[in-house]
Each structure stands twice: as C-alpha cells, then as structure tokens.
C-alpha cells in the first residue's frame, strides 16, 4: 500500500501563481515500481480529468488547457511531485488529485490522494 499526502493550493487570483505538493510514502516494493505520478482535477460539473503526467524516464503529459501554463515536477529520491500552476484562470478551479501509478508485472495499482482544493478568483 502506499499513501499520497497532498499540500499546497488555497486561493490566487486570475493571472497568479500557485503550487499543489504530494509526497508518496508506504510500501518499499511498490515505490520502487513507480511508472508514473500525475495530478487529476474535479469541478462539480465536470468528471475528474488529467491534468499533467510525468512517467518514470521524464516524459511528460499535459493537458491542451494547461500546456504551456503548468509545469510537473518529480524527484524520485524523494518519492514527490509538485505541479506548478501560472497564470491560473478561474477555470482552473477544482479539487487536484494526486494521482500514482505503479506496474509490479502481471498486475497494476493506482493510488490515489484525497484531494486539495485550488480556487482562482477575483
């Protein structure tokens, strides 16, 4: 098993800055199977979608309406990754889960954060 703690977020207004935070702890074997570590987000209108991935090796997914605006970050060492959010826009608010992917061959296991609330507004 492994648990995601999630810190950061709160409030910022259009056009600033905020930064989500989540350290990975628990089990050795599964944190040494990493294959990926992301951030998801939840809107009450809207299903939990992707937001930025980053895969074991460094590549990196981001999401159209973020690209170019949030940057994902890993350190391995450290079993972390923060998500860096600039230039926010109010629909950038919502609940941001940390999201873990783990492949231990035959079977995958996803772990998931509890969820930190990020609000941009005036």
């Known amino acids: 098993q492994v648990h995601l703690a999630e810190s950061g977020g709160g409030l910022a207004q259009p056009g600033g800055s905020l930064r989500v935070s989540c350290v990975a702890s628990g089990s050795i074997s599964h944190l040494s199977n990493i294959y990926a570590m992301g951030w998801y987000r939840q809107t009450p209108t809207m299903e939990r979608e992707l937001v930025a991935r980053?895969?074991?090796?460094?590549?990196?997914y981001y999401a159209d309406s973020v690209s170019g605006r949030f940057t994902i970050s890993r350190d391995d060492a450290k079993n972390t990754v923060d998500l860096q959010m600039n230039s926010l826009k109010p629909e950038d608010t919502g609940v941001y889960y940390c999201n873990l992917d783990v492949v231990i061959p035959p079977r995958d296991y996803e772990y998931w954060g509890q969820g930190i609330q990020v609000t941009v507004a005036s």
């Open positions: 980053m895969m074991t090796g460094g590549s990196t």
